[in-house]
Nanobody, 120 residues
Framework: QVHLVESGGGLVQAGDSLRLSCAAV????????MAWYRQAPGKERELVAT???????EYAPSVQGRFTISRDNAKKTLYLQMVSLKPEDTGVYYC??????????????WGQGTQVTVSS
């Protein structure tokens, strides 16, 4: 079973940038997609970005144009580049391995996540 480890979060000011990383320990060959989620305090976890062999990259409207999902297959690492951060981007960010068939279905266990805090 794959273990996903997120890193790269921190405390930044509005307008700053961050790059999150997600390192996979174990095989991700069974997934045809990977994704980033986030969970703000008191809110449900939401899908932020996906990358799949079937649909390419997709983003939530709230982050479209500001976030970029990418991966390095050799390093088995998923990235989320975030620019022009806003206070509403604050939350714990999680990566996920899964299956994409018209929508994303998470398959992997959730890791600890990485905290992103954006101050105004």
């Amino acid at each position: 079973q794959v273990h996903l480890v997120e890193s790269g979060g921190g405390l930044v000011q509005a307008g700053d940038s961050l790059r999150l990383s997600c390192a996979a320990v174990g095989s991700i060959d069974n997934f045809n997609a990977m994704a980033w989620y986030r969970q703000a305090p008191g809110k449900e976890r939401e899908l932020v970005a996906t990358m799949s062999t079937r649909a390419g990259t997709e983003y939530a409207p709230s982050v479209q144009g500001r976030f970029t999902i990418s991966r390095d297959n050799a390093k088995k690492t998923l990235y989320l580049q975030m620019v022009s951060l806003k206070p509403e981007d604050t939350g714990v960010y999680y990566c996920s391995g899964g299956w994409y068939n018209y929508k994303y279905y998470p398959q992997s266990s959730w890791g600890q996540g990485t905290q992103v805090t954006v101050s105004s």
